[in-house]
């Protein structure tokens, strides 16, 4: 079977159950009273929200997770894994960094979807606390970390520079492990701060998946071609009750996951700091914060932005929401090209 058939079934099977599942999955959030609850903190608009189904992020999750399995087993069932020009999907090392990163990011949905049911059936706006949050999301990571180390992926590629091997010594291990650590964490809280307003964070992680997808072609690995087709179906088939106005927000349970997919995916391609331009709005997202709160501590009071993460910022500005979410795909897309070109040119393959 031609890798070409799996990714397209992928993404269709992913749309199409997660775009479904819509029908049924809102009216049963709707039925348990799991709506949004809008904090005073935020822009005084967004109270218009207050009660809009929340972790509707459960049907992309399922969505992808569905298709990925019947696409790979497809393919396999087929002799896709024969053909020459890609790896198999279930031998090796690769078999590690793609099922290893779907599992990072249902432990990481899963912390989500915890953080969510206390924020709205327990009524705690807050949540888990700041501690217990970064607790299961360092469990998680660090599991998927010690996966990569035990399955020897502690090879990266640098494009224009060359190979780097973490496993000569004790103190690149040691620099393995913690750059690893710090990315997988610092990636899956940059996508959960991209999910502010309706249709950012799915419209933005659509741009990284059709990248990781071109990627797919030009390292032949069939694996991340599926994931990626999958992780595009799940985020598209969303926006479809997430766009402006959203019927329904993923929530915790949702953007984790998504990080968590994200993350993965930078490793997969054995070159996780292409992360940086191919996820640049989940990194201008996250500097927004941090500078807004260190200028705000700094000058005791005083503020760069408007409010942050910087989409609030436009929004305060006066920019419509459906404006934010092309205007910033559009930026990340223009990252992930230039993410793509440094894997074409930079010979890391």
């Not at 348990?32 to 049907?59: A, E, R």
Request: aromatic share 12%; with cysteine.
């Amino acid at each position: 079977m031609n890798v070409t058939y799996a990714i397209i079934i992928s993404a269709v099977i992913a749309f199409g159950v997660t775009a479904g599942l819509g029908f049924i999955v809102i009216p049963w959030l709707r039925k348990l009273k799991f709506g949004q609850t809008i904090l005073d903190i935020g822009p005084s608009w967004h109270k218009s929200k207050q009660g809009t189904p929340n972790m509707g992020g459960i049907m992309f999750g399922i969505g992808i997770i569905f298709a990925f399995a019947v696409s790979a087993i497809i393919f396999v069932t087929l002799g896709g894994e024969m053909e020459s020009d890609y790896s198999s999907i279930l031998v090796g090392r690769e078999n590690v960094l793609i099922i290893a990163g779907v599992a990072l990011a249902l432990g990481c949905g899963l912390v989500g979807f915890c953080d969510d049911f206390i924020k709205i059936k327990l009524k705690r706006n807050e949540g888990l606390s700041a501690k217990q949050k970064t607790l299961g999301q360092l469990v998680m990571t660090v599991a998927y970390v010690l996966t990569l180390w035990v399955s020897k992926n502690y090879v990266w590629y640098l494009p224009f520079i060359g190979t780097l091997d973490f496993s000569k010594n004790v103190f690149t291990a040691i620099v393995f492990w913690v750059l690893s650590i710090i990315i997988v964490y610092g990636c899956v809280n940059s996508v959960n701060l991209t999910d502010g307003i309706d249709g950012l964070c799915s419209s933005v992680t659509a741009t990284v998946a059709i990248a990781f997808i071109i990627i797919s072609y030009i390292q032949g690995f069939a694996g991340l071609g599926i994931v990626s087709a999958a992780l595009l179906g799940g985020v598209c088939g969303f926006l479809c009750w997430n766009w402006n106005p959203a019927k329904t927000f993923m929530g915790d349970t949702g953007s984790l996951f998504l990080g968590g997919m994200v993350a993965s995916l930078g490793f997969a391609i054995k070159c996780p700091l292409l992360l940086l331009p191919i996820g640049i709005i989940y990194v201008c997202e996250t500097m927004s914060d941090i500078i807004q709160i260190g200028y705000f501590k700094l000058t005791h009071g005083k503020r760069i932005f408007k409010m942050a993460p910087i989409h609030h910022h436009f929004e305060m500005c006066g920019w419509k929401e459906k404006k934010i979410c092309v205007v910033f795909s559009t930026v990340n897309a223009i990252g992930c090209a230039i993410g793509v070109l440094l894997i074409a040119f930079g010979n890391a393959k």
